[in-house]
């Protein structure tokens, strides 16, 4: 069983560009949610996708956007980078259902973002 | 709305002694509760969850968590530290039928004295 992965590890940008990070999912499961933590920090929840749609979403602006693709792997998309973007992003996937239900969330390792 | 609080920020104990670190929760719905750990440079592993069965949940490597409704409390507890315990710990909330559907806490970073 492949865990999650995440690319790439680490990247610097400069205020007002764009990223795009990547994860892939644990083979078997559905749904992916995406996080940002800051040093020091706990998580936070940015959004989660459920069979490519999005299926919540915590306190961020719509410049931070995402994809889910058929084979549940996902891109975490942000716009116009602030200094404050700087952080570890982190996904996690899990197998869900509409129905909902808290299952077990699978981390990957992150992306270290550095916004100069 | 949903928070979780993590009491303390920083918790020190000697290896061999108890651990207790303390969590409240506020949902407006019955909650999910987690404990993760996150190893420095590592990612972030489950410890225990609490889904509406038993209230005492045991979980990895001795660590258990009691829910208790009254209190809105889920303290996770080892009778014995270990050095290996050194981490950042988390409790977190989950409520699958708010758009913010999962809350963690600030953490609290755990210190074994030798």
């Known amino acids: 069983e492949t865990g999650v992965t995440q690319s790439p590890t680490h990247l610097i940008k400069t205020r007002g560009q764009q990223v795009t990070l990547r994860c892939s999912s644990q083979?078997?499961?559905?749904?992916v949610s995406w996080y940002q933590q800051a040093l020091g920090q706990g998580p936070q929840f940015i959004f989660q996708?459920?069979?490519?749609?999005?299926?919540g979403r915590g306190n961020f602006p719509p410049r931070f956007s995402g994809l889910q693709f058929p084979n549940y792997s996902s891109e975490l998309n942000v716009n116009a980078l602030e200094l404050d973007d700087s952080a570890l992003y982190l996904c996690?996937?899990?197998?869900?259902?509409?129905?909902?239900?808290?299952?077990?969330?699978?981390f990957g390792p992150g992306t270290r973002l550095t916004v100069l | 709305a949903q928070s979780v609080t993590q009491l303390d920020s920083h918790v020190s104990v000697s290896e061999g002694t108890p651990v207790l670190l303390r969590c409240n929760y506020s949902?407006?719905?019955?909650?999910?509760l987690f404990w993760y750990v996150q190893h420095p440079n590592k990612g972030l592993q489950l410890l225990l969850k609490?889904?509406?069965?038993?209230?005492l949940v045991k979980g990895i490597n001795g660590f258990e968590a009691e829910f208790k409704k009254s209190e809105t409390s889920f303290h996770l507890t080892k009778p014995s530290a270990h050095m290996s315990d050194a981490a950042e710990y988390f409790c977190v909330v989950s409520d699958q039928s708010r758009d913010d559907k999962i809350i963690f806490g600030k953490g609290t970073r755990l210190h074994i004295l030798p």
């Open positions: 083979s078997g499961h559905n749904t």
């Open positions: 949902s407006s719905y019955s909650p999910s």
């Open positions: 996708y459920y069979r490519e749609e999005e299926n």
């Open positions: 609490y889904t509406s069965a038993a209230t």
């Open positions: 996690a996937s899990s197998r869900g259902s509409l129905a909902g239900g808290a299952n077990e969330q699978f």
